[in-house]
């Protein structure tokens, strides 16, 4: 009994503990103070700022970056912008890893290392040709369709499914095929029941790029009806923050609207996320 208590409060484990809390610290803080910020009705940037008194805390903020900004429109469109990035890139992810990892076809190597390289290919660099073709060649400016085309097809997301599909025994699916079914009837019923882990982690990935994407919705809406929230939030802040009676606390309130629902998202799909590992540990 004494060595288990030596062991359990042994230096090492106490010197490891704090470390892991200074660290949880280091990693809150700068969203505790953006919570902290946007609730302020004064503005604060000093060390006391940090820790206001409940009294000081108030939704002013808020209130006044939602009558300069549509904050429920723009959230609209980030939800529907993020939504249909997310339905295209899985959609197409699947069917294209499924394809690369269990179907024989000629060129399959060639292709799979082709994707591979797209990955190192900034989009900085394909967007002022993209720009033309979206908007000037199919007439997509200013809507949800030209806001989501670039961003269908995500190679990190095919290469997910990809090294995901190539896990399964080979035998269960041939069982299948023997049985009469064809490729797709396999995909949907066998292949992606058991491809939940993989479809959280590509959709995870998938979500934090398009909602916060900024330069892109930008380029391609013009109008404010249109815009996500980012957009938004950056047009408040660069004509309209200056001018309000506490510029510091409702840019932090703008980014306290942008990011509580990444953050929100993030935490339920992670524990669902470990949740499907677990069981499917636990099944092989």
């Known amino acids: 009994m004494k060595g288990e208590r030596r062991g359990r409060f042994s230096p090492g484990r106490i010197l490891g503990f704090v470390a892991l809390c200074l660290g949880a610290f280091l990693f809150l803080f700068p969203f505790y103070y953006m919570l902290a910020g946007a609730l302020q009705a004064e503005p604060d940037p000093g060390i006391s700022g940090a820790f206001p008194s409940p009294g000081e805390l108030s939704i002013t903020n808020l209130r006044e970056i939602n009558e300069r900004v549509p904050l429920a429109r723009a959230l609209l469109n980030s939800v529907v912008y993020t939504a249909g990035v997310i339905v295209g890139t899985l959609t197409i992810g699947i069917l294209a890893g499924y394809a690369l990892s269990r179907l024989r076809w000629r060129g399959r190597s060639l292709v799979f290392n082709i994707m591979l390289l797209t990955l190192i290919v900034p989009f900085q660099l394909l967007m ?157």
């Open 128 to 284: 002022i040709p993209m720009y033309v073709m979206v908007v000037r060649g199919w007439g997509l400016g200013d809507s949800y369709l030209g806001m989501i085309l670039p961003f269908l097809v995500n190679s990190t997301a095919v290469f997910i499914f990809r090294q995901f599909f190539m896990q399964l025994p080979e035998d269960m699916l041939d069982a299948a095929r023997i049985d009469g079914a064809g490729e797709l009837r396999i995909l949907t019923q066998i292949v992606l029941p058991l491809s939940r882990p993989a479809i959280l982690t590509a959709g995870l990935i998938t979500f934090i790029g398009p909602w916060n994407e900024f330069l892109w919705p930008f380029l391609i809406t013009k109008q404010a009806d249109l815009q996500p929230l980012a957009v938004a939030l950056a047009n408040y802040i660069s004509t309209v923050a200056a001018s309000s009676a506490n510029p510091f606390g409702a840019i932090l309130s703008g980014a306290v609207v942008l990011s509580v629902p990444a953050v929100a998202l993030f935490i339920i799909f992670q524990s669902y996320f470990v949740e499907s590992e677990t069981s499917a540990s636990l099944k092989e």
